[in-house]
């Protein structure tokens, strides 16, 4: 079982940055490809990034590519959402994600946190 809570959400103009962070609990973080998702009100769950367990391989979404970065800290349990040049489109809840899969399909994660708001204002 591990538990997901994210955090480092908020609300910041347009062209800032802003980072977020998922603490994980249990002692096998390490072995958990991460994820990151976003919702915005009336629009369906997307995927924004992830990172494979295995070898740190990361992959973005079209639309945070350039912009996003996904990174971990495993000794922190920890991983992180650093996000530069926002745009008002990317406002929405943001979620974490957690699976012992090296790749995941969409969102099939295993387990989620409850997510952090990010808004961004032009």
């Known amino acids: 079982q591990v538990q997901l809570v994210e955090s480092g959400g908020g609300l910041v103009q347009a062209g800032a940055s802003l980072t977020l962070s998922c603490a994980a609990s249990g002692r096998t973080f390490s072995r958990y490809s991460m994820g990151w998702f976003r919702q915005a009100p009336g629009k369906e769950r997307e995927f924004v990034a992830r990172i494979r367990w295995i070898d740190g391989l990361r992959y973005y979404a079209d639309s945070v590519k350039g912009r996003f970065t996904i990174s971990r800290d495993n000794a922190k349990n920890t991983v992180y959402l650093q996000m530069n040049s926002l745009k008002p489109e990317d406002t929405a809840a943001y979620y974490c994600?957690?699976?012992?899969?090296?790749?995941?399909?969409?969102?099939?994660?295993?387990?989620w946190g409850q997510g952090t708001q990010v808004t961004v204002s032009s």
């Open positions: 994600a957690a699976d012992r899969k090296v790749d995941v399909t969409g969102s099939d994660y295993a387990y």
